[in-house]
T-cell receptor, first 116, second 112 residues
């Protein structure tokens, strides 16, 4: 079964440093997403991306965050100057336009970001 | 008012019993609803989706939707120890929007 792949599985970074989280969505999918989950809290939407541009973003997704699809397979989330409160699991997901929003989507295995 | 609300649990059921999970949502325009299972430290895994009022069955799982009451539930029949996990309710508001709003989840423990 096709998978969404995320790397690295765990990243430790110092406060103020930039990090890039990488995702390889399912190959024929056109919608891409980032969510995060702070330990013990709910999964929160960050951003959705379609046709090489952001289609929606949450209040969490401020100027320190950016997303990019640098080539035909990767989808990245960059956090420019990390803060302690950015420590969380970050999940990438993708969906097929043909399935529509009623079918849900598949999450990657996540990157655990720890800011120290 | 929270967008999606679930009882946090823990919900403890004996092996073989039925586990019943509830979820309410605040926005009446919500279109589609999902149940995800999440094991500790892992990513959410889609179990069921439902968008029409009534019941939808898939194996041991049954989702129930009542849009008038803004309520969606999940029944797990013949619960197994491997069903022990946190169950997340997620809601999609619009037919042309793929963003999901999640509840905080209900932790289920199945006692052998």
């Amino acid at each position: 079964e096709p998978e969404v792949t995320q790397t690295p599985s765990h990243q430790v970074t110092q406060m103020g440093q930039e990090v890039i989280l990488r995702c390889v969505p399912i190959s024929n999918h056109l919608y891409f997403y980032w969510y995060r989950q702070i330990l013990g809290q709910k999964v929160e939407f960050l951003v959705s991306f379609y046709n090489n541009e952001i289609s929606e973003k949450s209040e969490i997704f401020d100027d320190q965050f950016s997303v990019e699809r640098p080539d035909g397979s990767n989808f990245t989330l960059k956090i420019r100057s990390t803060k302690l409160e950015d420590s969380a699991m970050y999940f990438c997901a993708s969906s097929d336009t043909g399935q529509g929003p009623n079918y849900g989507y598949t999450f990657g295995s996540g990157t655990r970001l720890t800011v120290v | 008012q929270k967008e999606v609300e679930q009882n946090s649990g823990p919900l403890s059921v004996p092996e073989g019993a039925i586990a019943s999970l509830n979820c309410t949502y605040s926005d009446r325009v919500s279109q589609s609803f999902f149940w995800y299972r999440q094991y500790s430290g892992k990513s959410p895994e889609l179990i069921m989706s439902i968008y029409s009022n009534g019941d939808k069955e898939d194996g041991r799982f049954t989702a129930q939707l009542n849009k008038a009451s803004q309520y969606v539930s999940l029944l797990i029949r013949d619960s197994q120890p491997s069903d022990s996990a946190t169950y997340l309710c997620a809601v999609n508001k619009f037919s042309n929007d793929y963003k999901l709003s999640f509840g905080a989840g209900t932790t289920v423990t199945v006692r052998a």
